[in-house]
């Protein structure tokens, strides 16, 4: 009986597979560069299935298909991919151009029609995602800091919630004055203002860690000021990052690394793919995971202890408990980008990301004799004497998420629309574990270990109406209109978090501190292209902005392109933009322990918002926008097919900058007491800073892009090489304190703060990549020169240290296993490269050398040596 059943069910699945079997058709064919010569190994993919077969040594191929018609895909690093119809079964022979970065198009910056590299007025970086994917680096930020030379982000240690979000800006001019896009809609900032004494300290920026790169397609950087196109923040420049689309294939891709030290150790999987939606449209869905463990390189301390029980303690711990490195990190992504035609020439589209993730980072350890009121108080020993101190974590829950809904249509013959609105959220939610609140235990004589201090959320919701026509073959205009609600939230956070001088490390946020501040703006913008003749390309831009907060702003841009020839062309422009300042800025009120240059340990500092009664008394302005002006000139040229170059100058002014002003407190007559000292005493703060219109920055700089591809080594070898450099310098003008401040005796913006401004970033990057792709093989090895930063010693005393140059190696391993399986590996800073470390004559806040590296300027990072493997499948 049961063989007649199992030769049923043969028969009849014969019969089902037979007229299948029958519709199959083959394909055969060779495909070539444009001398004819076979190309092995190019990627051909069934369109829309994940059938597919690599050409052999002679680029012939031979692919079956279920039916004709059909459509086949045909890529390979450095060649453009090629889409070719398939109707009948006769032998084909595709030519495949090698691909050159100065022909590709891009969309950022012009709104009146796309343009290639070399066509644009203006420089702009395209990025492939598997450029930034080769680098074995694990977070989009540090993917593009050792891929752009302009760009940089480093982890900060013991930096509170700026720890968990790391700091990122393009050209030094600060998290906050760098737009970013998705799909050309605006990514909503975070809701952490950076407090900390670390790069970008008092600014707010965009949490780039939110967006996973497995749902990436490109990243294009526009290195120029865009505020006439986009509005606020875009003075140092605009990164577009492009979600992938309706991919051949589903991807999955899994890593882990390791440090050197033995720790660090992180874990990656993600999976992409796409399916069809109705008729022609698709459905592309990302889903991630990440998690990574913490690092520690804290140095040894030299303090020395008083008594036995401390110098018991601080012989088994040489480094005080410290923990100094990247915090521990879990996190998950779900990312979604569609479109669907309607109609003949209209199309739906939308995308969404998810992402939230949770950390833990550590404050300064609580030393015994930091704390010898706690040990007194019994609490966390029997006997004082047997007291070790604690370590107060700081634990984050980061919620992000960004929705667009948007239609392109005609709006007549010529003319197309494209309407949509974006929203987007960031929320942190903080945790205080293995703390005490020291005043709570001293009138109870107990207290908790885990407060809730409360946190932050910012949302915005943004509608654009923007409508473009090519007039003619040379006269391109597109306008638009623009709506953007903004709503920034302080959570109050437990009572006992704030109970007196609050939780250890990080007091929660009160309930006077509390609220939820909103503002709205409207925009009218315009540009005009005009191609005066095929060489010679003029381009005007305008946008008018009115803030309900920080008042009105008229941007303009003049950029234009010569042409020298095919292959090259000069390019320049000029630009006014403006930045308003964000909520964040404008209504945070916090007090919170920090560490204080010249102090022993840590010390309560207060926050008061720009438009508190009490800081305005003395003379502190509200806040309003920054004017910036930017200039720029460039060239570019394509030398042959392979080798192309670029190198542009720039200078970018910044006026009324808002600054997060120094600490002031107390001075040092005890007989009188000035309005700032009233100041600090009604709000019971030893110290008091502010957002304040107070810097006048310049910044210069050039870009230099060199670009050498498809070098032929071996049979079937191709090295590409690459060198990028960024070269800058930043100063500061000018500081306008205001009077009432300044004739107590105050500096607003202290030596220590303004160093952070002109030196805590690289003043060059350079980076020199070398890629050598074979049959089996994809090798890049790759070396990275930070340049100098400088320790700023605080105007108590000390001495600057300029931190000298470091060359980070990297070293990638590819290997195709199959057409559809690869193998990887990267060995990251390999000659196990660490900054200089600093030295206690800058008297700075690494206190009794608990920090071996400083915690206040930044280059290649901390982590040493590390490794990782993965694997990558289609299907």
């Known amino acids: 009986?049961?063989?007649?059943?199992?030769?049923n069910f043969f028969a009849t699945a014969f019969l089902f597979m037979l007229p299948i079997a029958l519709k199959a058709q083959t394909i055969k064919g060779k495909v070539t560069d444009s001398s004819g010569e076979g190309l092995p190994y190019m990627n051909i993919i069934e369109k829309g299935t994940s059938n597919g077969v690599l050409t052999d040594d002679d680029g012939i191929f031979t692919i079956t298909v279920k039916s004709l018609p059909t459509t086949l895909v045909i890529s390979s690093m450095g060649?453009?991919?090629k889409t070719v119809p398939v109707s009948k079964d006769s032998y084909l022979t595709i030519v495949v151009n090698e691909d050159n970065a100065l022909d590709e198009v891009v969309v950022t910056g012009n709104r009146t029609k796309p343009r290639t590299i070399l066509d644009s007025p203006v420089p702009i970086d395209n990025i492939d995602v598997a450029e930034l994917t080769k680098s074995g680096k694990p977070t989009l930020d540090r993917m593009l800091t050792f891929k752009v030379p302009s760009f940089n982000s480093q982890n900060q240690a013991i930096a509170d919630a700026t720890a968990h979000y790391d700091p990122a800006d393009l050209r030094g001019l600060g998290p906050s004055r760098t737009l970013v896009l998705i799909n050309g809609k605006r990514k909503n900032q975070s809701a952490q203002v950076y407090l900390n004494r670390t790069p970008g300290k008092g600014e707010v920026g965009v949490d780039l860690k939110s967006i996973p790169t497995a749902a990436i397609e490109r990243v294009e950087v526009l290195r120029d000021g865009a505020s006439a196109i986009y509005g606020s923040d875009a003075i140092a420049g605009v990164m577009n990052i492009i979600l992938k689309k309706d991919v051949n294939y589903s991807t999955f891709t899994s890593k882990a690394g390791i440090t050197s030290e033995n720790d660090g150790f992180n874990f990656s999987s993600d999976f992409n793919t796409a399916f069809n939606f109705g008729e022609g449209g698709f459905v592309n869905i990302t889903l991630g995971y990440y998690k990574q463990a913490i690092t520690n390189r804290a140095g040894e301390v030299t303090d020395v202890g008083t008594t036995e029980r401390d110098i018991a303690w601080l012989e088994e711990n040489p480094t005080a408990g410290m923990t100094v490195g990247q915090p521990e990190m879990e996190k998950k992504d779900v990312f979604v980008n569609m479109e669907h035609p309607i109609g003949e020439n209209s199309t739906l589209y939308?995308?969404?990301?998810?992402?939230?993730?949770?950390?833990?980072?550590?404050?300064?350890?609580?030393?015994?004799?930091?704390r010898n009121?706690?040990?007194?108080?019994?609490?966390?020993?029997?006997d004082p004497e047997d007291f070790i101190g604690y370590q107060p974590t700081f634990e984050t829950k980061i919620n992000d998420h960004i929705n667009s809904l948007g239609i392109k249509f005609p709006l007549a013959e010529g003319w197309n629309a494209d309407a949509s609105v974006t929203y987007g959220s960031n929320d942190v939610d903080v945790t205080v574990n293995n703390s005490v609140n020291r005043d709570y235990l001293a009138d109870h004589g107990?207290?908790?270990?885990?407060?809730?201090?409360?946190?932050?959320?910012?949302?915005?919701?943004?509608?654009?109406?923007?409508?473009?026509?090519?007039l003619s073959d040379a006269v391109g205009i597109a306008f638009g209109v623009e709506y953007k609600q903004e709503i920034f939230k302080a959570n109050e956070g437990d009572p006992l978090s704030y109970y007196g001088a609050g939780s250890d490390s990080f007091a929660g946020i009160k309930p006077d501190e509390a609220g939820k501040f909103s503002r709205n703006n409207i925009a009218l913008y315009s540009q005009l292209e005009y191609d005066i003749t095929d060489a010679f390309l003029l381009g005007i831009a305008g946008r008018y902005e009115d803030f309900t907060d920080a008042?009105?702003?008229?941007?303009w841009k003049a950029n234009g392109r010569y042409k020298l020839g095919d292959n090259g062309a000069l390019r320049a422009s000029y630009s006014t933009g403006f930045r308003a300042p964000t909520l964040h800025q404008s209504h945070i009120t916090l007090s919170q322990y920090i560490i204080v240059a010249g102090s022993s340990e840590p010390l309560l500092q207060g926050t008061l918002a720009n438009d508190n009664p009490a800081v305005q008394a003395l003379g502190v302005p509200s806040l309003t926008h920054e004017i910036s002006k930017n200039l720029s000139a460039g060239l570019t040229y394509k030398f042959n097919r392979n080798f192309s170059a670029s190198v542009d100058f720039y200078q970018i002014k910044v006026d009324n900058r808002v600054l997060f002003s120094s600490q002031i407190g107390s001075d040092s007559d005890d007989t009188t007491t000035n309005p700032v000292e009233q100041i600090l005493e009604d709000n019971g703060v030893v110290a008091v800073q502010v957002f304040i219109n107070a810097g006048d920055t310049k910044t210069t700089g050039a870009d230099v892009v060199l670009n050498y591809r498809n070098i032929e080594i071996g049979e079937s070898g191709k090295l590409h090489a690459s060198f990028a450099a960024n070269f800058n310098e930043t100063t500061l003008d000018a500081i306008n304190t205001p009077q009432t401040i300044s004739d107590a005796g105050y500096n607003i913006f202290d030596r220590q703060e303004q160093g952070l401004i002109t030196n805590s970033r690289p003043k060059s990057k350079l980076i020199l990549g070398l890629n050598y792709v074979a049959d089996k093989w994809d090798i890049s090895f790759n070396n990275t020169r930070f340049g100098e930063v400088i320790v700023t010693a605080p105007e108590s005393g000390g001495t600057d240290q300029t931190l000298s140059s470091k060359i980070s190696t990297d070293l990638g391993f590819g290997y195709r296993l199959t057409d559809k399986i690869t193998f990887n590996a990267n060995i990251n800073n390999i000659f196990d490269v660490y900054p200089d470390e600093t030295l206690a004559s800058t008297n700075t806040a690494e206190a009794g050398s608990r920090f071996t590296y400083s915690s206040e300027v930044q280059q290649l990072g901390i982590m040493g040596t590390n490794f990782s493997v993965g694997i990558n499948v289609q299907f």
């Open 1 to 7: 009986m049961r063989q007649k059943y199992l030769l």
């Open 79 to 81: 060649f453009e991919t």
């Open 350 to 370: 939308s995308f969404h990301g998810y992402t939230t993730r949770d950390g833990k980072s550590f404050a300064y350890y609580r030393a015994p004799y930091w």
């Open 373 to 382: 009121d706690v040990a007194d108080a019994n609490f966390l020993t029997a």
């Open 446 to 470: 107990t207290s908790p270990r885990t407060f809730k201090p409360g946190g932050y959320a910012f949302t915005n919701i943004v509608g654009n109406f923007d409508v473009a026509s090519q």
């Open 551 to 555: 008042g009105d702003n008229f941007s």
